[in-house]
């Protein structure tokens, strides 16, 4: 969750910063914009993915030495299904969220208003967290099953899930191709805002606008 945050966030204020100083406008000149949107996404994502890998190996380091401060730590087992779906989850979610931020950085007036309306957009990662005892309760209940099918809280209520209960391979799977198709998507989307927001510099872009770009 928090490695999702940073990258995304991250992502939203360099777009913002490119548009600010003009930098993008040089880039726009030998690329298009979905290649230059792409190329962040990824870069930002690589970035953020080695930032996880570290915290693993840390874990791997640390916790041979605390497993004789920990009653029946020897019995822990972690499921390499639910490990391999961790990682899934939060590559999907990262390129979800990163793609709207970039979009959102796009059409900002500057970082300073990009960075207050991106707090807002990671709201609904969090919401799974603060209603985990509703899930706790009940992880294959109604509510449940419909925050992981929303896309942008699916990354951490589907993660919850497969730690508290046991959700089928099918619905794990069809949570995370419905998060890929809606990020494929939405990069169309971002692209086409991307380009528009980076075209009317100096000028505050409105719904209207940015319709207007997608068309």
Known sequence: ??????????????????KENRMVEVLMTSAKPLSIMMGKVVAVGAAVL????????????????????????????????????VIAFFLAGYFLNAVVMAG???????????NQVAGFLVIPLIVPLYTMPLMFSNPDGAYARVISFIPFTAPTAMIVRLGIGEPSPLEVLASLAMMVAVGIGLLWVSARVFRAGMLMYGQRVSWRRVMASLK
């Open 1 to 18: 969750l928090f490695a999702i945050i940073m990258g995304a966030s991250s992502l939203v204020q360099a777009v913002a910063e490119e």
């Open 104 to 114: 959102l950085g796009a059409v900002a007036p500057g970082v300073k208003e990009a």
């Open 50 to 85: 080695f930032q996880v890998v570290m915290w693993v190996a840390a874990f791997i380091i640390i916790v041979p030495r605390i497993f004789d401060v920990i009653p029946n730590a020897p019995s822990l087992f972690l499921d390499p299904w639910i490990f391999a779906m």
